[in-house]
């Protein structure tokens, strides 16, 4: 039986050579073994030679006996490059393959560089061991008899390096243990065979290194190899598995092991065992999957022929509700002949999906289709919801919708509510804002989003009836206001201003609330505790004109907005105005002074006007000089006695209003 290839996966070497028997003395530090078989025996060493070297071979067959030479020249492995594949002869494909190298020279170099494959290529290739010098086949052995063995290095021209092994072993043949095929399974053509075979030890010595697997073939007979890799024997457990790609289905197969150790001798061929291999792989999805309605408001299914030509017939599942598995709708399969089915125990205003499997012919079935739905008709509508009412809840926010509907008809669904907003520019458009199936006779609204409902909203509810076949009934509406009980904000930006003497202009800017209707504006001076309300504008005005209101005096104005509801906001911030007038009194005449007993006396006309102050009475030693009060405040009379004025002085009047403005000074005036 030819040698077959070796492992085909990357696998840890220093581990495989713990697990191969006899190398995992190596493991341990023996150096030497020894195989005997029959007529035989194998002498292996660990040692890898240098080129030229090589190893005499003696052995001592008594106790106290001498040793004897049992090698006329020295064991050498292949020294030239042109040597290596004739000793490798019918392995040395297979050598390459395991070196993963394609020419003779670049295996030369691995077997150098690489200690640990090349002692695994010992074990699987007894051409190998002899190739590269580490084996010696004894055929003069005394069987059944204990020997001692050494093995005595020597160098190219054939002297003793010093360096030697030896090892005593009974010779004595051990039979090879058949292997026991326990079990076998399959996922499709991927089968799993499960042996046992006993672990190699001092008291059960067996040097097996793979394994080799057949099946009988159904055409000749004779058994043929189920793979070409090698199945290496694991020496740390007794059961073994070898998984491999089947040439056949849905047939009983024979399966065969046989046993290989180091020398390349096999077992017993193992018991067969009959596994039948059975498609268990599910059939594909099957494609092209759909429904058609029939005006009689039958479904009627269709579907691709299955590909697979092992298809025995199709399953077909029902249901309403996808979230929940469907229910079988044909427990006899239907023939695989067969791409159509037409379902006629369907009911009107219901909505189905279906979904369709393969079944092969030992009844493993495939995966379920995409899903088809079929809604059949129920044109007849519901009854109708009536009474609609609505109230707003100041606690949630929240619109609570109630009616009230005659009966439930056998095709009723759910109640179905619409809104939308009715106070913008361009009316929104209807929203569903229940969800799911909804057969109570009322309904909390939270509102639109997580914003809620915004106060003095307007919103129209629409509700109806629906049944299974989506056929509505007629529609109770209603608008509803939502109240608004938040105050609004206050208006930003207050500006007092004085509008040259004649009023205070008021300006400010739009609150931010809804629902506005107006403002109101406020008025006070300094010193007051409370505004007096002046006004109430328009929303559309954002400014005011006070006229009712004296020069000379500081006024203190606010704002406030008020909504829909009444609800009056804060005060804006405060602005402070002094309204003055930019006008002075008329100039002062018929100023007279007159020299009396004591000072001169100034007398002057009367000046008129609102906002009149008071006179300032003025002095001068010269006419053209400058002229200085001579009294404190104002003189409210129309004259003043200057206690400390003569003759010579000079005298001028000038009249003052509120605002402090003063009038053009007269002419001066000397007493007379």
Do not use: C
Not at 440 to 465: C, H, L, M, P
Not at 528 to 538: C, G, I, M, S, V
């Amino acid at each position: 039986m030819k040698h077959i290839q070796p492992l085909t996966k990357k696998i840890n070497l220093v581990m495989l050579l713990i697990l191969i028997p006899g190398f995992s003395y190596y493991a341990a530090g023996q150096e030497m073994f020894v195989i005997p078989l029959d007529d035989e025996v194998y002498l292996y060493h660990t040692k890898q030679l240098t080129t030229g070297h090589g190893f005499n071979v003696y052995r001592r067959d008594h106790a106290g006996g001498d040793f004897i030479l049992l090698t006329d020249d020295p064991v050498k492995g292949f020294e030239r490059i042109d040597e290596l594949r004739p000793a490798l002869g019918e392995s040395y494909e297979d050598v390459l393959r395991y070196f993963e190298v394609e020419s003779t020279g670049a295996l030369r170099m691995a077997i150098r560089t690489k200690p640990v494959e090349n002692l695994i290529a010992t074990a699987l290739f007894p051409a190998f061991a002899k190739a590269t010098g580490r084996v010696y086949i004894d055929d003069t052995a005394p069987m059944n008899q204990e020997v001692v063995y050494r093995i005595e290095f020597v160098n190219a021209s054939g002297i003793p390096t010093g360096k030697t092994l030896t090892q005593s072993a009974l010779l004595r043949a051990a039979e090879l243990p058949v292997p026991e095929i326990t079990g076998a399974d399959n996922q499709g053509r991927q089968v799993r065979i499960e042996w046992h075979y006993p672990r190699h030890s001092d008291n059960n010595p067996n040097f097996v290194i793979q394994f080799l697997a057949f099946r009988i073939s159904q055409v000749t007979g004779e058994p043929e190899f189920l793979t070409n890799d090698v199945i290496v024997r694991n020496n740390v457990s007794d059961s073994h598995v070898f998984v491999f790609e089947s040439p056949v289905i849905n047939t009983v197969e024979q399966y065969q092991l046989v046993a290989v150790d180091f020398t390349g001798r096999h077992s017993e061929m193992s018991e067969l065992y009959l596994f039948e291999l059975v498609d268990n792989i599910p059939p594909a999805r099957i494609n092209n999957f759909s429904s058609v309605i029939t005006p009689e408001q039958w479904v009627d299914l269709r579907w691709d022929s299955h590909i697979d030509p092992g298809i025995i017939g199709y399953k077909i599942y029902r249901g309403t509700n996808l979230s929940v598995p469907l229910d079988l709708l044909t427990p006899e399969p239907l023939d695989a002949a067969l791409t159509f089915y037409s379902d006629t125990t369907v009911k009107g205003g219901e909505t189905y999906f279906y979904t369709i499997t393969a079944v092969n012919s030992v009844g493993v079935e495939g995966h379920e289709s995409e899903p088809v739905m079929a809604r059949l008709l129920d044109l007849k509508p519901p009854n109708p919801p009536k009474m609609l009412s609505a109230a707003y809840n100041t606690e949630t926010g929240h619109v609570e919708l109630k009616w009230e509907v005659d009966s439930y008809t056998e095709n009723f669904e759910s109640f179905i509510i619409m809104r939308r907003r009715e106070d913008t520019a361009t009316p929104a458009a209807f929203s569903r804002i229940n969800q799911g199936h909804l057969k109570e006779t009322f309904f909390n609204d939270r509102g639109e989003g997580s914003q809620g409902f915004i106060e003095g909203g307007i919103y129209r509810y629409d509700v109806f009836s629906s049944s299974r076949a989506k056929v509505f009934s007629d529609t109770a509406s209603l608008t509803f206001n939502i109240p608004v009980v938040t105050p609004p904000t206050a208006p930003g930006g207050l500006k007092a201003i004085n509008d040259k003497g004649n009023r205070v202009i008021l300006s400010w800017w739009a609150a931010s609330s809804r629902n506005l209707t107006q403002y109101r504006v406020y008025r006070k001076v300094p010193g007051e505790a409370e505004f007096t309300a002046l006004k109430d504008l328009p929303l559309e005005t954002r400014f005011y004109r006070d006229e009712q209101i004296n020069h000379g005096n500081t006024y203190v104005y606010a704002v406030s907005a008020i909504d829909i509801a009444g609800n009056e906001g804060p005060l804006s911030v405060p602005d402070t105005v002094f309204f003055r007038n930019f006008t002075p009194p008329r100039m002062v005449r018929n100023i007279q002074a007159k020299v009396m007993d004591g000072g001169v006396k100034i007398t002057w006309g009367e000046v008129v006007a609102d906002d009149f102050a008071g006179y300032a009475v003025y002095r001068s030693d010269i006419p053209t000089g400058r002229f200085i009060p001579i009294h404190e405040g104002l003189i409210e009379d129309t004259s003043f006695f200057d206690d400390d004025g003569t003759g010579s002085h000079w005298y001028r009047v000038k009249a003052k209003d509120t605002s402090g403005n003063e009038s053009r000074p007269g002419n001066p005036v000397s007493p007379l």
